[in-house]
């Protein structure tokens, strides 16, 4: 199916946030990587679980009832969105970073002194943050080189992977650079050395479809305020593998897989909201299962956010004194993320002054630092990063093409 003009514009009327002006220009919300707005099905199922069912979990009354059977079907929408095959594969957090450093205590739990952990320059901090922690139990954390054009050097990823590797730790795309890593020649290493897969899919789970089954990942995290929600972590592990980890756990939690990595109490509300954007997206696809429809919008999605991506890069890239960064589109396999530098003008001034023209954008590193250091980019002030979500229009990108011109002294 096609994600047409007009599913847009119908898409468009869902989202409150859309209706907001700043000078007499309504706001064009191209900061979506940082977090997207919410439909008012998702603000519908929040204010609605606080309406009806407000209450902790595992009572013997109504309310504690309907909040154990809203948590279990929020587990079983978030898997059919991911591909996994069980609920019981699906925990929730604070937020994936939170997550991450759980599963990097409980990791380091099972590790030795001179074991090794791989990740790589491109990441989040929130992907490499929780691993180099390790350093101070003694193990060795290995970086995977970040090459000019915004790619991993897939050969120094060979290099890095070794016999003493007990896991790898990747992200599938760059919320800086919009690249979408090569995820399976991690996992084939990392399962010829006899390690761990972890993928941080924060990035990408917004923009394609996801199986975690095709994938094989042992841990795969991302986050529902990327994709229409509120702001809930997400974590998917292999079935088995979580109740082996010895996680930070109360004795009064239960020790099996989804809950064990669960600390305290989780955002009930939150997580309804969680189920209704996974709904939501599936609205916009066909299927007899929720799964299918999840599959079907996805695909049309992302290849309306490609378009918009595709035509800002070329046009942007055109002007005189811009210079884009990460790959470039020839491929379908980038994330509709697009950084640029503008000579001669800050990151940080370009977006207040498109910000005052009701366009909405990121400076920055957007805590992918390591990559904006290693291509040069941090004493200028990182980059200017706009991202397309399902909302966005081609009146906004150009909007924001006659900025980033004006800003170009074009």
């Known amino acids: 199916m096609m994600f047409s003009a007009s599913e847009v514009a119908r898409c468009r009327d869902d989202f409150p946030a859309l209706l907001r002006q700043a000078g007499g220009e309504p706001l064009a919300f191209l900061d979506g990587p940082a977090g997207s707005q919410v439909p008012r099905q998702v603000i519908d199922a929040v204010a609605g679980y606080y309406r009806t069912c407000n209450a902790n979990t595992h009572g013997a009354f109504v309310t504690s009832r309907e909040s154990d059977g809203m948590l279990q079907a929020a587990r079983a929408t978030v898997a059919a969105f991911l591909g996994?095959?069980?609920?019981?594969?699906?925990?929730?957090?604070?937020?994936m970073t939170t997550l991450n450093f759980a599963l990097a205590h409980a990791l380091g739990r099972e590790m030795q002194p001179g074991d090794e952990v791989v990740i790589t320059e491109l990441d989040h901090e929130a992907n490499r943050g929780p691993w180099l922690g390790l350093r101070e139990l003694g193990m060795r954390v290995r970086e995977v080189a970040l090459l000019p054009n915004g790619r991993l050097d897939a050969d120094d990823m060979r290099r890095q992977v070794t016999e003493r590797t007990r896991l790898v730790a990747i992200g599938y795309s760059s919320n800086a650079l919009g690249t979408v890593n090569d995820v399976p020649l991690a996992r084939d290493l990392a399962r010829a050395a006899g390690a761990r897969l972890l993928v941080d899919a924060v990035h990408y789970a917004p923009h394609f479809p996801l199986d975690v089954v095709a994938l094989d990942a042992d841990f795969l995290l991302c986050s529902a305020y990327k994709f229409y929600g509120p702001h809930v972590g997400i974590l998917y592990a292999r079935p088995g593998l979580l109740e082996r980890l010895r996680t930070d756990r109360l004795r009064t939690q239960e020790e099996a897989a989804p809950y064990r990595i669960e600390t305290g109490t989780l955002n009930h509300a939150a997580i309804a909201g969680v189920k209704a954007a996974v709904e939501y997206i599936a609205s916009w696809g066909e299927g007899d299962t929720l799964r299918q429809r999840v599959v079907s919008a996805m695909t049309a999605i992302s290849a309306h956010e490609h378009d918009l991506a595709s035509f800002y890069w070329e046009n942007a890239t055109r002007l005189p004194g811009v210079a884009g960064w990460g790959p470039d589109f020839s491929s379908r396999r980038r994330a509709p993320t697009v950084s640029i530098t503008i000579a001669g003008v800050r990151p940080e001034a370009a977006a207040a002054a498109l910000g005052e023209r009701g366009v909405l954008v990121w400076?920055?590193?957007?805590?992918?630092?390591?990559?904006?250091?290693?291509?040069?980019?941090?004493?200028?002030?990182?980059?200017?990063?706009?991202?397309?979500?399902?909302?966005?229009?081609?009146?906004?990108?150009?909007?924001?093409?006659?900025?980033?011109?004006?800003?170009?002294?074009?």
């Open 363 to 410: 400076d920055g590193d957007f805590y992918a630092a390591r990559a904006i250091e290693v291509l040069g980019l941090t004493e200028g002030g990182g980059v200017l990063r706009a991202g397309f979500s399902m909302y966005n229009t081609r009146s906004e990108v150009e909007r924001l093409l006659a900025g980033v011109a004006a800003l170009a002294g074009r």
């Open 84 to 95: 996994a095959p069980s609920w019981r594969e699906i925990s929730f957090g604070a937020n």
